[in-house]
């Protein structure tokens, strides 16, 4: 199965900053590689899809890129409803829709 | 709208038995793939089994063996059997909806999820 690691495992962010999280995969998975944002006591979110495809109605401000194994999840800047636990997940070998570990965002 | 609603969560003791249910709204079940997705306390999300449109299941390897999905297109509703619950299967159960976009997987809506707890 195919694994996947996030990095880091929790950062700390002010409001207006530009963030970036890192996932990679134990091989490649060409660009099936989704995001998804958590918030406490809510289900995830899809925000992005094949690295890179933002989902309807998430802002613009977040963005994804990458191929192969490593990815990452971009936000231009921090907006207090930002703060959130971030996962990816690839779709390249399924079943399992392994997730990595999760980053948790806090505020500064 | 697309909902989807999770019920049949509870405590039970270790060895026990549960349903999960998750009632569907906006679409129809049987249409698309559909997963279970569990997340154990202060933990990350995990993958736990997956029903295609075509009716062939698939399982985590922490599960197999002990859970059954299934859905009744007549109820539109999907479940998840849990049997020979253990300690470590304690966690909020999601179920969510799968969709391929551009030719990719993904799972677009979520529902609020179901609580398990499983004690003596």
């Known amino acids: 199965d195919i694994q996947m690691t996030q990095s880091p495992s929790s950062l700390s962010a002010s409001v207006g900053d530009r963030v970036t999280i890192t996932c990679r995969a134990s091989?490649?998975?060409?660009?099936?590689l989704n995001w998804y944002q958590q918030k406490p006591g809510k289900a995830p979110k899809l925000l992005i899809y094949?690295?890179?495809s933002l989902q309807s109605g998430v802002p613009s401000s977040f963005s994804g890129s990458g191929s192969g194994t490593d990815f990452t999840l971009t936000i231009s800047s921090l907006q207090p409803e930002d703060f959130a636990t971030f996962y990816c997940q690839q779709t390249y070998s399924t079943p399992p829709y392994t997730f990595g570990q999760g980053t948790k965002l806090e505020i500064k | 709208e697309v909902q989807l609603v999770e019920s049949g969560g509870g405590l039970v003791q270790p060895g026990g038995s549960l349903r999960l249910s998750c009632a569907a709204s906006?679409?129809?079940?049987?249409?698309?793939?559909m997963s279970w997705v569990r997340q154990a306390p202060g933990k990350g999300l995990e993958w736990v089994s997956v029903i295609y449109s075509g009716g062939s299941t698939s399982y985590a390897d922490s599960v197999r063996g002990r859970f059954t999905i299934s859905r009744d297109t007549s109820k539109n509703t999907l479940y998840l059997q849990l049997s020979s619950l253990r300690a470590d299967d304690t966690g909020v159960y999601y179920c969510?909806?799968?969709?391929?976009?551009?030719?990719?997987?993904?799972?677009?809506?979520w529902g609020q999820g179901t609580l398990v707890t499983v004690s003596s």
């Open positions: 969510a909806r799968g969709e391929v976009s551009s030719g990719h997987e993904n799972f677009d809506y």
């Open positions: 091989q490649s998975i060409s660009s099936y």
């Open positions: 906006g679409f129809t079940v049987s249409s698309t793939y």
């Open positions: 094949a690295a890179s």
